[in-house]
């Protein structure tokens, strides 16, 4: 057992991380933006860091995504491509970052947080539309794969701000509005969770008792951040999104600098 979990203060540090992270990435995803942080704060190896985040997250993604799909936000069938790419992305991805050194890994991560921090804040999403898209399309699904496969991979190497990603480039690429494009994003992002744990725990890289009780507070987190979204839509996102990524950003920048 990792012994952070008799370090009560930052059990308690890493709990509450967990669970606004839960929150935040139900609505617009990110929420690896605040575990990430908390977790290589802690002073976990960075590749435990990055396969005890995955086990925590999934938690939260499944939660999530479930929430969508129930309220029809999401349709599997319409997004099967998309969902096998991911899978393949992930997969690739999470084997391909347990072949790089830890120490370099160490001084890249916090500028790729910083990096997707700065891209999600200030990126504007395309327009929207209300026309109905083939799902047979063949372009559709081109489109699909190469989504999937893209941030899939990201997600399996480093993944902070992969749900944030998924909901801007859903919009962008497909014209969903942002309600519709979370719940995408939520169950892609569960996908390239799972697989890329999967992948971690095959490798011995997960902590499964930290990576457990922060996936407890996650699935809170995330339940009560879906339900949010779905009842009270953009006008609510954008907000929470702006002020905790320019908040995260500020922090990061702090921690990596001075």
Known sequence: ???????????FILASAAFVAGFIDAIVGGGGLL???????????????????KLASTFGTATSSYTFYRNKLFNPAMWLPCIIATFV?????????????G????????????STAIYTLFKQPGPTVDTEIDKDCAKF??????????????????????????????????KFDLLVSSGVARTMNFVSNATALATFMVLG?????LGLLMGGFLMIGAFIGAQTA?????????????????????KLALDAWF
Request: hydrophobic share 55%.
């Open 103 to 114: 120490a370099w890994l160490e001084k890249i991560l916090p500028l790729i947080i910083i």
């Open 35 to 53: 575990t990430v942080p908390a977790l290589l704060s802690s002073g976990l190896p960075v590749h435990m860091v990055l396969g005890t985040n």
């Open 141 to 174: 699904k081109l489109k699909q794969r190469i989504q999937g496969i893209t941030l899939g991979f990201y997600d399996g190497f480093a993944g902070p701000g992969t749900g944030a990603f998924w909901t801007v480039s859903t919009q962008m690429i497909h």
């Open 1 to 11: 057992m990792f012994e952070l979990l008799n370090n009560i203060p930052w059990v």
């Open 230 to 250: 779905i009842k009270f839509g953009s006008k609510l996102i954008r907000p929470i999104f702006i002020i905790v990524v320019l908040l995260i950003s500020v």
């Open 89 to 101: 992305g992930a997969l690739v991805g999470a084997v391909a970052v347990s072949l790089v050194s």
């Open 205 to 209: 890289k997960v902590d499964y008792e």
